[in-house]
């Protein structure tokens, strides 16, 4: 590998999220040595096949910024290519995001994948690439995380004093993998049942930290979503992520997105913190293995999905659950 591995980027209908995306990538250190893949999905339409005209509005100005970008770059620099794929109907995230990744695979055996609200480290591609390097001949690395609900720097002697570590759990925020661990791993399912054919009791206890991370009811979803399904593919093979002591994204959409929501005056989320500003340290390590120390404390940190209630935000939520159970009871 002595080429930068291809980002793929996928957007929708958010024009100032797709923005700051771009921009924190284009102040990376490795940009102008990378290529630059864009899938735009396209616009969803109502019951009478009409277009929406929220939808359309939203992806009309991403497309027009993404267009407006990609002459910008041509006449000044800034990534070494930039190829937007623009769908001509809405293909929903999934579908956009698995035939994007086999486009990539096509030409590429690396990939890293970015979507619409995820603002990276300047070192984020320099840290991706050379996890990489480091571990292409080492099939139990099956993928790359650039986010961690953990920050470990302050406690850094306690976990092998190192940069990063390895885990089971991978994280769909500003990732990467290889060609060869995706076509001959992952699988999208299209029922709970295939999904967790021949776990075990004690293998579904296990994958769900003991209760802490109930990732499992994606799988009710219609369609599975893709991050289960890999992060299923990763544990049946036994495989490890490799994880940044400190996060090197930024999910800046998590109060704008269509499938997530928060109140600051109510809750915030603990692992919402500002990406690395120094480079990640990513050295080879023989037989790597998970860190026990580690598992417990991702246990901990990812409790109610990381999400921490004020003292304004507990107490409705006390009155909240009491509502609830009345109401089932009079039922």
């Known amino acids: 590998m002595?080429?930068?591995?291809?980002?793929?980027?996928?957007?929708?209908?958010?024009?100032?999220?797709?923005?700051?995306?771009?921009?924190?990538?284009?102040?990376?250190?490795?940009a102008r040595e990378t290529d630059v893949f864009v899938f735009s999905d396209g616009v969803k339409v109502n019951k009478d096949g009409l277009a929406d005209e929220n939808s359309k509005r939203g992806v009309d100005e991403v497309?027009?910024?993404?267009?407006?970008?990609?002459?910008?770059l041509r006449r000044n620099g800034g990534f070494k290519s930039l190829t937007l794929i623009e769908r001509e109907r809405n293909i929903y995230l999934e579908e956009n995001i698995l035939t994007g990744i086999?486009?990539?695979?096509?030409?590429?055996?690396?990939?890293?994948?970015?979507?619409?609200?995820?603002s990276t480290s300047p070192y984020f591609l320099q840290y991706m690439n050379d996890a990489f390097k480091l571990y292409q001949d080492e099939n139990r690395v099956m993928h790359v995380s650039?986010?961690?609900?953990?920050?470990?720097?302050?406690?850094?002697?306690?976990?092998?004093?190192?940069?990063?570590?390895?885990?089971p759990h991978m994280s769909g925020w500003g990732w990467g993998t290889w060609k060869n661990r995706w076509e001959r791993f992952f699988r999208h399912y299209s029922t709970r049942e295939e999904a967790l054919a021949y776990m075990s009791?004690?293998?579904?206890?296990?994958?769900?930290?003991?209760?802490?991370?109930?990732c499992?009811?994606?799988?009710?979803?219609?369609p599975i979503p893709w991050d289960i399904c890999w992060e299923l593919a990763i544990y049946k093979e036994g495989g490890l992520c490799l994880t940044p002591s400190h996060t090197m994204v930024r999910n800046t959409g998590l109060r704008n997105g269509t499938h997530f929501r928060s109140f600051n005056i109510l809750q915030k989320f603990e692992y919402d913190r500002v990406p690395s500003t120094r480079p990640v340290n990513?050295?080879?390590?023989?037989?790597?293995?998970?860190?026990?120390?580690?598992?417990?404390?991702?246990?901990?940190?990812?409790?109610?999905?990381?999400?921490?209630?004020?003292?304004?935000?507990?107490?409705?939520?006390?009155?909240?659950?009491?509502?609830?159970v009345l109401a089932i009871v009079r039922v």
């Not at 293998?203 to 802490?212: I, N, S, W």
């Open 216 to 222: 499992l009811k994606s799988l009710d979803k219609k």
């Open 282 to 324: 990513v050295e080879k390590v023989d037989n790597p293995e998970k860190d026990p120390l580690i598992e417990e404390r991702f246990a901990v940190a990812i409790k109610d999905w990381g999400i921490r209630y004020t003292l304004l935000g507990k107490i409705i939520r006390f009155f909240y659950k009491k509502l609830k």
């Open 146 to 167: 650039g986010f961690t609900n953990l920050d470990l720097w302050e406690s850094c002697e306690e976990y092998n004093g190192r940069d990063f570590y390895f885990t």
């Open 2 to 30: 002595d080429m930068c591995s291809p980002v793929a980027i996928f957007v929708y209908n958010r024009v100032d999220n797709t923005k700051t995306t771009i921009q924190s990538l284009l102040a990376n250190t490795l």
């Open 201 to 214: 009791d004690d293998d579904l206890r296990a994958f769900e930290y003991g209760g802490a991370f109930p």
């Open 63 to 72: 497309r027009t910024y993404l267009r407006q970008l990609s002459e910008d």
């Open 102 to 118: 086999d486009y990539v695979f096509e030409s590429y055996d690396t990939v890293i994948v970015l979507e619409d609200d995820i």
